[in-house]
């Protein structure tokens, strides 16, 4: 893990930057509800379409800022990862280069082969696509959590209870899916 890490240290400042897009993001996401509760409750009621018009407007604004911030996510994540996805590559073409003819006669060609297509091609969903979705998961997921708690906590207290399964399930699937990934890649080896 560490390894992977690493890939990222070079571009530690786009990443900063995605991360407080995601966060904007997701805060963003939460003011929504407290805009649909100003309509419901205070707006319509009381027959005011100066506030009505204001809070439409406010919920259309969010919703256009929202796409801007998404589609800056999407390059960021893109660039980023396909810049660590090459150095990847470059360092593994690298470091074959520098392997002994022992190496290439004692190890199956599918094995070689194996590892850099999809072992890289594992790793760049893993760059370009999960660690982002993970983050801005996580990020909407604590976001919800406070806006939950700032709108009704009893309700609030009631989601909280079924979070422990959730959660128990999603990893007991994420073990399902490492095994049979490691599997596959054995098949894929030996074909």
């Known amino acids: 893990m560490r390894r992977v890490l690493g890939l990222f240290k070079a571009y530690a400042a786009r990443l900063i930057l995605l991360l407080i897009l995601i966060v904007g993001s997701s805060a963003l996401g939460i003011a929504s509800p ?23 407007g406010s919920l259309i604004a969010l919703a256009c800022f929202g796409t801007v911030i998404g589609a800056l996510q999407v390059a960021i994540t893109s660039r980023v990862g396909q810049a660590i996805m090459h150095d ?4 593994v073409y690298a470091h074959l280069q ?20 999809s072992d890289i091609g594992g790793l760049q969903a893993l760059v ?23 709108l009704e906590w009893r309700l609030a207290l009631f989601s909280f209870l079924v979070l422990p399964a959730a959660i128990w399930i999603s990893h007991r699937v994420g073990k399902l899916r490492e095994e049979i990934t490691y599997e596959q890649q054995l098949r894929i080896a030996d074909l």
Not at 34 to 56: K, T, V
Not at 88 to 91: D, E, M, Q, S, T
């Open 34 to 56: 407290f805009l649909l509760r100003a309509i419901i409750d205070d707006a319509l009621p009381n027959g005011n379409l100066g506030l009505l018009a204001l809070l439409a």
């Open 88 to 91: 990847l590559r470059v360092g």
């Open 98 to 117: 520098s392997l002994s003819l022992g190496f290439f006669t004692t190890t199956r060609t599918g094995e070689v082969q194996s590892r850099i297509a």
């Open 128 to 150: 370009t696509h999960t660690a982002g979705e993970l983050t801005r998961n996580v990020s909407t997921v604590v976001m919800t959590m406070i806006a939950i708690l700032a």
